[in-house]
């Protein structure tokens, strides 16, 4: 199901008629062969309603559109998938407040979204730093430590970017993986948590889960059902591959996984395990958007980890 979002940084900027044109044209073909790829899922997420859109500074996306070259396009367009603002796709409405992403210091919100939820960033290549397959932000988000002091931490990452129909061609192998994946039935394939639990044993071979962990996978906003799956997909990898002789000291974790401090671990963390006895499951990994946990404890003489909450930091 790719999200395409479509990046506000590059729309209603100054430049000539012409450019505007040519920008509008080359990023509406490449749209539409991504909705080629996979006419169900794709959805084209904007700030604003795709008809109120202003390609350039003074330049409605109506100019583009009227011309009856455009028509054709701009139908098809029309009847694909769109939704708007962009925080409608995160679950239940909210943002990513915990996090921000920018470009050359400005706020990028629209591209920052596609990299949380593992789409593409789409724009109109009105200038040439737009007319790339990938672009660069710098990424700040807040990160709790085991005290649960928070600090800012700064990085870069990369979107996969589009702004016409030869990127679509660079991105085809993705395209192409999330079809069959979503024929196959993986973790990236999932639209509900049901998918999850259902196929927790297929997927999650290495996981163990707590009773009420189902209800929380079945209750997963759809936003959250991917980035949650990967998570656990994560664990299940790292527990598969970890050698107890060599690594004494627990497996190599694929994300950031730490514990809580001393008075959350025992406010949130104690939970009743499947032999009937409260342990403490402190460890977590976090996944977004939005403040989710996992948290878990490993069980060292079954060679697994024991899952006992997917959802919301826990306490809050």
């Known amino acids: 199901m790719p999200l395409l ?28 062969a991504v909705l080629r790829a996979d006419r169900a899922g794709t959805v084209l997420v904007s700030k604003v309603p795709i ?43 909210q943002g990513h407040y915990d996090i921000e992403y920018r470009h050359r210091g400005a706020p990028a919100e629209g591209l920052g979204a596609a990299h949380l939820l593992d789409g593409l960033g789409v724009s109109l290549a009105v200038e040439p730093g737009w007319a790339a397959d990938q672009v660069t932000l710098e990424r700040e988000q807040l990160v709790d430590d085991a005290a649960g002091a928070y600090r800012s931490e700064t990085d870069e990452v990369r979107v996969r970017h589009l702004s016409g129909i030869a990127h679509c061609e660079v991105h085809g192998a993705w395209l192409r993986a999330s079809v069959e994946l979503a024929r196959r039935g993986s973790v990236d394939a999932a639209s509900e948590g049901a998918h999850l639990w259902e196929r927790r044993a297929a997927l999650f071979p290495h996981l163990e889960f707590l009773p009420h962990v189902e209800e929380q996978l079945r209750n997963l906003a759809p936003a959250l059902v991917r980035p949650a799956g990967r998570r656990l997909a994560e664990l299940d990898q ?34 009743t395990d499947l032999d009937g006895q409260p342990r403490t499951f402190d460890t977590h990994a976090r996944f977004t958007p939005g403040p989710g946990r996992v948290h878990f404890r490993l069980v060292p003489e079954n060679k697994s980890v024991r899952v006992a909450h997917v959802g919301r930091k826990l306490g809050i």
């Open 238 to 271: 790292a527990v598969a591959s970890w050698n107890p002789h060599t690594e004494p000291e627990g497996p190599r974790w694929h994300s950031h996984v730490t514990g809580e401090g001393e008075t959350r671990s025992r406010a949130y963390c104690v939970f």
């Open 5 to 32: 979002f479509l990046n506000e940084l590059s729309c209603d900027t100054t430049c000539d008629p012409a450019r505007a044109e040519r920008a509008m044209t080359d990023l509406a073909q490449g749209v539409l």
């Open 51 to 93: 008809t109120g859109l202003q390609i350039a500074s003074g330049h409605p996306i109506g100019k583009w559109h009227g011309n009856p070259r455009n028509r054709d396009l701009w139908q098809r367009l029309l009847r694909m998938q769109t939704r708007w603002p962009h925080r409608v796709v995160f679950p239940d409405g």
